[in-house]
């Protein structure tokens, strides 16, 4: 791995460093925008024939059976289901956190507001197929999502040409609960969501990651007005902030983790210590060695990777927040004093003995976090994502008195005179009608 | 008003009610997206040419100054600062109480996450102009981005083609605390805040209404993945569930003050009282006659207006759970009793003395609310749409060796095996440096 001065980082690898993988669908909206019309109008005759198309099966039933799922089953190792029902009973105790409910505010005499968690009645959840079956993903949605009580939990993710899906995420939607389990992938799996099929119920919020069709299909939807979406997904990335406490060993498994997931992955290191970044690139050699996935990790690390060295941590965390990283690796001595400063992250693991694989699967914390600079303006996802917080006012006759004259005001000054009605029609004697009245109010 | 029976209600009615305004901006896109480029490449510039385009100043200083500030107070009458800062104080009251920090959660042993409230560091405040001016939107944005801790909270506002903006927007502000504001409206506003000029600072989200150009960039600009933006505006509406107990006056009342702002606003009663629909329909008449705004009120009451009656509260509750309204009034003799079962609305006003108008100005909750169905989909805005909750977690020694096997085995169900060697590699012996790595984490 290429190791550089923070301080003398030419300006053209720093670009390339910070951006990253750009990852952009620009050139297939065309394409996607053919897809989407072609569900609206043709619903799931055209799911199949897309799916089709690109390599999945030409099946009929769009719906996975029970019977598919039992399937499943026999065909996962039991240690699987095992690690399955591990994991998620942390991502429930995690998660079960963020459920509590505001007690209501008295701003003041007569005038109580509060918010009230409703569920988002209907999500889909897609899935991606391809290359590898991720159902630890399928975990992250669908367990807030059944916490958030949403009643419709829909799963699309695509099949081989023969029909099936990856029995470990079948086996992960069934362990956590999704409701609607269907065949379709791509863009005409966001499509089906979006519009609803004869087969594929119409959903408020599409959640998931996957290729840049997806990506596309979801950014249209969300765009039509067509329903909510979680966040862009991009490639995965980590930044770690070690200083000389910091194991070279430890470091450079876990740059070579993150870089193994995609040949655009993204793996910074910046580090007070020179000779730490030295023995990291050493280890990363001797780590990268004997994996399978060795070609991406060398790709990866070439063109988006980077072992930095700075002046100071707070040189570091600097450059740490501007570069607002999916996932963010504190290997130093005080990690809480460097969290103190940390302001754009996905999700941060504190100590040496945090790597980010372990939120991958199993602290319970969630994985499906912003990348790509998204970490400045989205969070990671939560059971907050499958619900809002609706508004919930009381106001009693002596509340509305009291701000009588300022909504008056206000109204007057923008123009809207029937709002000042609204309240005084409220105050206004009709024989003795609005006495009674205030008796109920 | 049309009074109608729900259950014999026709469909195209039923379609035409249901649906409102559908205020669709796929024939602006084109001229939004050179705008755009326009300005990405022209900068300031550029914002100075579209400004005086649609109807702006042609005037060099896109930025307001603080004489420009001090002057604006001079020219509103003190009753109105008076009312914007009890507006204010409410505002504070209630989204103050959003901003508490989770506690940590447990995990297991050796593992604990925490959620951290960080704020967006730069935020865009849009106000619009035309019209009306609307000081209360300006609070309803800037309150809750200075409580997140947002450091930069900037303003755009279109001005008159004098180069001024509305003296009251300039006092709130200023009340609120935006720390930047700029005379630019449009699109070219939104464009502006997206990639930044020489002038006006580049946001990570845009926030508040606008005319369909305005909601065009700004869906824009989120699908590029230039910026977050809070949600697409749409007209204002209201829906009204009332029994026997309601007062004919208010309700009508409630529906004129909806009605008047703008002609595609959306209100709809739903009682189980034919009397009182025959009531509000006379009430309506007589509370109309008199207003400055009476022709918008009567046009939208007409395309989008219906006073329904149910057979019974249930039927009600599920039209609006249907319908889900920006402003939910239940004005029924036991409101608690049906907010339970209310899932899907943005504000709900309880009781006969809580109009929409007393929240859009001052109870302190906030008025951007999700319209056209996005209330299915959309939170009210509050103190977390201008902040992330980022995920950190702590994990010991102790607490990785729990999870090792979890994380191990659905690695390699993935085919991810450096996520496996990312946590194995912290449990490989070699000559004792693990013990003392174990001691440091």
Redesign the interface.
Known sequence: MQIADLRSLSPSDLDRIMRRSAAAFDDVLPVVQRIMHGVQRGGDRAVRRYNKKFGGSAGHELRVTRAEIEAAYDKVDA??V???Q??MR?IE??HR??M?E??P?H??PG?E?R??N????RVGLYVPGG??????SVLMMAVPARLAGCSRRVMCCPSDNEGNLPA?VLVAADVAGVTDIFKAGGAQAIAAMAYGTESIPRV??IFGPGNRYVTAAK??A??S?L??IDM?AGPSEVLIIADE?A?A??VA??L??Q???ADDSACVMVTTSRPLAERVAQEVEH?TDG???RSR?ATSLERYGILLIADSLDDAIALSNDYAPEHLQLMV?D?QAV?QK?????????????????????????HV?PT?E???????L?V?SFM??????????E??AA?R???G???T???????????E??FQS?GG?VVA??K??
């Open positions: 240690s699987v095992a690690a399955l591990a994991a942390n105790t995690f956190s963020e509590t505001e007690p505010v701003v003041g005038i507001i918010r009230l409703r569920p988002i009645e290359r590898a079956a991720y159902p630890s470990a408020y919020k950014v249209l969300a765009a007005g329903c909510a862009p406490s194991d060993r430890f498994a876990d070579i983790c870089a193994e997931h780590l994996l399978p996935t990790v001595g990690p969290l940390i302001v754009n992250a996905g999700s941060i693991f504190l100590g040496h003995y945090a790597p980010a694989a372990a939120g991958d699967y199993a602290t319970g914390s969630n976090l790509g998204y970490a400045k303006m989205y969070a990671p939560s907050d809002r917080k609706v508004e919930a006012q009381t106001v009693t006759m509340g509305l701000i004259q300022t909504v005001t206000l109204a000054v923008e123009g809207l005179p029937a709002h000042r009605q609204a309240v029609v409220r009709r009608r009245a205030a109920r109010g």
